[in-house]
């Protein structure tokens, strides 16, 4: 019967960080992601060319009350992000120790505020997501639910509503 209980145990044991794992990468929202109750939304697209800069950019800062507030924050809510488990370690390493990949050309990026202060930016560069942990303010990868196509169809549906930039 003991030797039955500490099979019991061992299995425990292994299956707890197996399901932790599955648990914390499933697909989140914004909220889980570390952001309260929105207060400012700032989006910036731009599709540079190598060598030349920002080709075309185009961004807008929104507050509640805005035309378009509902609109964006409708879009951003309905975004869904997986977390790889290592980010809850990842975090909190230092800076220089995590390897980052150059930022692709084009890029959507997504500055948001909550009413308590706390901040969270997405960046959304060629389908490889990137969000700042709420409490390290580390980068870290994100996989974004439907790819590099989602990133593209927001952007594409979102360019006509942003101002140029000068």
Same mark, same amino acid.
């Given at each position: 019967? /003991?030797?039955?209980?500490?099979?019991?145990?061992?299995?425990?044991?292994?299956?707890?960080? #197996?399901?932790?794992?599955?648990?914390? +990468?499933?697909?989140?929202?914004?909220?889980?992601?570390?952001?309260?109750? #929105?207060?400012?939304?700032?989006?910036?697209?731009?599709?540079? !060319? $190598?060598? %030349?800069?920002?080709?075309?950019?185009? +961004?807008?800062?929104?507050?509640?009350?805005?035309?378009? @507030?509902?609109?964006? *924050?409708?879009?951003?809510?309905?975004?869904?992000?997986?977390?790889? $488990? @290592? &980010?809850? %370690?990842?975090?909190?390493?230092?800076?220089?120790?995590?390897?980052?990949?150059?930022?692709?050309?084009?890029?959507? %990026?997504? &500055?948001? @505020?909550?009413?308590?202060?706390?901040?969270?930016?997405?960046?959304?560069?060629?389908?490889?997501?990137?969000? /700042? +942990? $709420?409490? /390290?303010?580390?980068?870290?990868?994100?996989?974004?639910?439907?790819?590099?196509? /989602?990133?593209? +169809?927001?952007?594409?549906?979102? @360019?006509?509503? *942003?101002?140029? !930039?000068?």
């Amino acid at each position: 019967m /003991t030797r039955l209980k500490a099979h019991w145990k061992l299995l425990a044991v292994i299956l707890a960080p #197996l399901l932790w794992a599955a648990w914390y +990468s499933r697909p989140v929202d914004i909220h889980t992601l570390g952001i309260g109750d #929105l207060s400012a939304i700032n989006v910036r697209i731009s599709h540079p !060319e $190598p060598g %030349v800069g920002d080709k075309d950019a185009r +961004s807008i800062g929104l507050r509640p009350g805005d035309p378009l @507030w509902p609109e964006i *924050l409708e879009e951003v809510e309905a975004l869904r992000f997986r977390r790889p $488990p @290592w &980010n809850l %370690v990842r975090q909190y390493l230092r800076e220089d120790v995590i390897r980052t990949e150059p930022a692709a050309r084009e890029a959507l %990026v997504f &500055n948001l @505020w909550d009413s308590g202060g706390g901040d969270l930016m997405l960046q959304l560069n060629g389908g490889k997501p990137r969000y /700042t +942990s $709420p409490y /390290t303010g580390q980068n870290l990868p994100a996989s974004l639910s439907g790819g590099k196509k /989602t990133a593209q +169809s927001l952007a594409e549906r979102l @360019w006509p509503l *942003l101002e140029e !930039e000068s």
